[in-house]
């Protein structure tokens, strides 16, 4: 177990910090799903697709780590619907690829699903004091350039 300098262990606090972001991602109010509503994956599928304009299926899915079957099945209940979320066409490139694109009806899902998860966690976090957000503003600014740090090294 590795240790920081403060001797705490790296791998308690990247355990806390897996578990509260799952507990931040269940802290949207939430019924009983409805027909058409988003599950989490589509969601995440969403988002992958939201930060880039066309990815190939395989990128999403490596990104999502999930199984070929589970990504034929996500991709197609994102584009079966009466409004498709998603449009997918034939890499021009690699005719064995599939480019996946937002539609418009997509983006809106999309911000719509994103909406009422941040106005729950702003609540949430409206409850900490000033300075504690100062905090938390600054470790995620930090741990994001580790994110893209390491993103551009691989």
């Known amino acids: 177990m590795i240790a920081s300098g403060t001797g705490i262990a790296i791998e308690d606090l990247a355990h806390r910090l897996i578990e509260i972001v799952a507990q931040l991602g269940l802290a949207v109010p939430r019924g009983r799903r409805r027909h058409g509503d988003l599950k989490e994956v589509e969601f995440l599928t969403l988002s992958i697709l939201h930060q880039r304009d066309t990815l190939i299926v395989g990128d999403i899915q490596r990104q999502l780590g999930v199984l070929p079957a589970q990504m034929s099945r996500i991709i197609r209940s994102l ?54 957000l100062d905090d938390l503003q600054r470790l995620l600014e930090r741990v994001q350039e580790l994110i893209s740090a390491q993103g551009s090294s691989v």
């Not at 998603?86 to 899902?109: E, F, M, S, W, Y």
């Open 79 to 132: 584009e079966d619907r009466d409004q498709p979320l998603i449009a997918c066409r034939i890499n021009p490139q690699d005719k064995r690829k599939i480019d996946v694109a937002l539609t418009a009806a997509g983006a809106k899902a999309f911000q719509q699903h994103e909406t009422s998860r941040i106005g729950a966690v702003a609540t949430l976090l409206g409850r900490l004091p000033e300075d504690d």
